[in-house]
């Protein structure tokens, strides 16, 4: 059970007259039921990525804080994360997927009462982007080579044939595939080609980030 709580000390100030003890101030008369100073709001998140649900609410401690989703109460595990520090009240989720898409709602309550907010969580297919320096290079291949030996490095690591990478060589274009994208394949990717008389390369920077992914993707070699 996702459930938070801070604590006062109540405090009671009494005096006693002639053996009658006189009740004066409580803290429990003047307990501030909560209150929602600010509220959930439509999120947006990233497969594979993480969402933070956040709101701020005011009122007398102890406050107790429950987290729902779609009307079902959301337990303590590795994928959420609830605290309640200085009166904001955190949902964090990760490893983000299309079933965590729901409304959320955060209920605090203390002594004087109950209150509730809710708030949309999207969750979105990771999407391409990829800068491509004006004017695209080409590798001029000597006449006397069919084949011009390329090499493909992702931040100085070499890319090899196999699994999710595909390289070619068609017209004096380089070109990688990556056949499927994720987070971990944000970086520069440097081509090179080389030969008896020297070498040269080209570099270009991926990022994915955000909606709708495409099976493949073919990065041309790109001036540095």
Not at 90 to 108: H, M, P, R
Not at 135 to 143: G, R, V
Not at 154 to 164: A, C, E, Q, R, S
Request: proline letters at 4%; charged letters at 20%; hydrophobic letters at 35%.
């Amino acid at each position: 059970m996702c459930i938070l709580e801070f604590k006062m000390a109540e405090l009671h100030l009494t005096v006693n007259i002639a053996s009658h003890s006189f009740f004066l101030l409580s803290m429990l008369d003047q307990i501030i039921p909560p209150s929602f100073t600010r509220k959930l709001k439509k999120t947006e998140g990233i497969k594979g990525s993480f969402a933070h649900l956040e709101c701020l609410v005011s009122g007398s401690l102890p406050i107790t804080i429950q987290w729902y989703k779609d009307e079902k109460e959301i337990q303590t595990d590795e994928k959420h994360k609830c605290t309640f520090f200085e009166n904001v009240a955190f949902l964090e989720i990760s490893n983000l997927n299309s079933k965590d898409s729901g409304n959320y709602t955060c209920i605090a309550k203390n002594k004087a009462g109950t209150v509730q907010c809710s708030g949309i969580l999207f969750i979105s297919q990771a999407y391409i982007y990829f800068s491509l320096p004006e004017p695209p290079c080409l590798i001029e291949k000597p006449e006397s080579m069919n084949v011009l030996p390329v090499t493909w490095y992702k931040h100085d690591t070499k890319v090899t044939d196999g699994g999710n990478y595909r390289t070619s060589f068609v017209d004096s274009v380089a070109v990688l595939e990556l056949h499927s994208t994720s987070f971990d394949d944000d970086g520069v990717y440097t081509c090179e080609a080389q030969n008896d008389a020297g070498s040269v390369s080209c570099s270009t920077t991926l990022t994915v980030k955000g909606h709708g992914t495409p099976n493949i993707l073919a990065l041309k070699n790109l001036p540095s």
